[in-house]
Every structure is written in structure tokens, then in C-alpha cells.
């Protein structure tokens, strides 16, 4: 089976921009979660969500959504960039969130 | 609220010896725990959870549900052992019907040749 897939993986954007992250998670896999990850804060629960529906939410700002398509597909959107949003963005697939994840390699998202 | 705690951040040992990653938690329930790996350059994977009780890599851990831990273990340190390790624990949320898996801040293994 194809792994996990992200896209882009690089960006970088100016401050006050808006982004979208894209993740395609490996085929039969209906749960897809977010990760952000820093070196100061580690991986940290951004969502999760499951048949297009989102289950549950990190601690973060609204300015950070997502979606999910029929497809398992899913995005996710960052508004008003700020210079801290700049990290590793992960996503990672499940056939339902209680089993182990399966990442995908990340986009690295830089705000100048 | 669910907590996973990794102590080091950084440990070195020489090839051969003995390695052991701790990994303490905070959960009301039965926990789901794993461990994961990011060797350089590559994605985050999946090394062991507890449920399944494999060895994988040579590496072990037990679950301690009295002191709460579930160190990560290996007898003799390899080379290519060197890498990121992270802790994660799967804990249910009542409130967003559903599981969340959350990460300690994650300990770098470097095996000194």
C-alpha cells in the first residue's frame, strides 16, 4: 500500500497570509489527525477527524481548520500566519483513531 | 487530562551497552501506549505499542501500571539505533467520543561507536 502522502513539502509564506495543507492517508484508512511539530514543544494534537467528520480538537487557536472529504482526503488551512506557526506539519492515517497512526513525511511551513 | 513525560532529553550511550528510554503518564483509563521512532530524515513510524508485547529491534517495553511507566528498553545499544524516540499514549475522550493520541516531548539516542 502507498504510504501516507503531503503536500507541499515546503512552504514558506509572509506573516498575515493564509495556507493549505493537503494530506492523503493510505487507502482504507478513514481517521486522519494533525500534528504540529516544534523543537521547543514537541508534536502537539492539532484535530482528528473520521468519515469527514472532525472528532476532536487540540488546544489551538480557530485561525487553524480543517477538512476531510469523502475521499479520507484532508486539508488543513492556516489564517493570519503568524511568525510561531512556522513548524513541521504532520499528518498521520488510522483505520479508526485507537490504532497505531502511519505519518506521512510532513510540510514545512516557514512564516517570515 | 492525559500527560506523557519523557525525562531526557538527549541520552548517549556507547555500542553495546544497555539503553533504557523512560516514558512516565497521566490517565485516568486503561492506556493505549506506544512507542515511536524518527531516525534522521525519515518519517515518524511506529516502533512498539504495548498491547502487541513484540520485541522489535531488539527493543522491549513493559507497561507498569503501579508507577505508571513504560520505559523503553534494549540489552546492547547498535549504531543505527541512533534517532528520535517518542512516547505516545492513546487515551479516549468522553467529551469528543472518540481517541486522542498524544506525545511526550520526545528523547534523542545517541550510540556513540
Known amino acids: 500500500k502507498a504510504g501516507v502522502t503531503q503536500t507541499p513539502r515546503y512552504l514558506i509564506k509572509t506573516r498575515g497570509q493564509q495556507v493549505t495543507l493537503s494530506c492523503s492517508p493510505i487507502?482504507?484508512?478513514?481517521?486522519v489527525s494533525w500534528y504540529q511539530q516544534t523543537p521547543g514543544q514537541g508534536l502537539q494534537f492539532l484535530f482528528e477527524?473520521?468519515?469527514?467528520?472532525?472528532?476532536n480538537k487540540g488546544n489551538f487557536p480557530g485561525r487553524f481548520s480543517g477538512r476531510q472529504f469523502s475521499n479520507s482526503r484532508s486539508e488543513m488551512n492556516v489564517s493570519t500566519l503568524e511568525l510561531g506557526d512556522s513548524a513541521l506539519y504532520l499528518c498521520a492515517s488510522s483505520p479508526k483513531a485507537e490504532y497505531e497512526q502511519y505519518f506521512g513525511p510532513g510540510t514545512r511551513l516557514t512564516v517570515t | 487530562a492525559q500527560r506523557v513525560t519523557q525525562p531526557e532529553k538527549l541520552l548517549s550511550v556507547f555500542k553495546g551497552a544497555p539503553v533504557e528510554l523512560k516514558c512516565n503518564y497521566s490517565y485516568s483509563g486503561s492506556p493505549e501506549l506506544f512507542w515511536y521512532v524518527q531516525y534522521s530524515r525519515q518519517r515518524l513510524q511506529l516502533l512498539l505499542r504495548h498491547i502487541s508485547r513484540e520485541s522489535i529491534k531488539g527493543f522491549t517495553a513493559d507497561l507498569n501500571k503501579g508507577e505508571t511507566s513504560f520505559h523503553l528498553k534494549k540489552p546492547f545499544a547498535q549504531e543505527e539505533d541512533s534517532a528520535m524516540y517518542y512516547c505516545?499514549?492513546?487515551?479516549?475522550?468522553?467529551?469528543?467520543?472518540?481517541?486522542?493520541?498524544?506525545f511526550g516531548k520526545g528523547t534523542k539516542l545517541s550510540v556513540i561507536p
Open positions: 477527524y473520521f468519515s469527514e467528520t472532525q472528532r
Open positions: 487507502s482504507g484508512h478513514r481517521s
Open positions: 505516545a499514549l492513546s487515551g479516549w475522550y468522553s467529551g469528543a467520543g472518540s481517541y486522542q493520541l498524544t
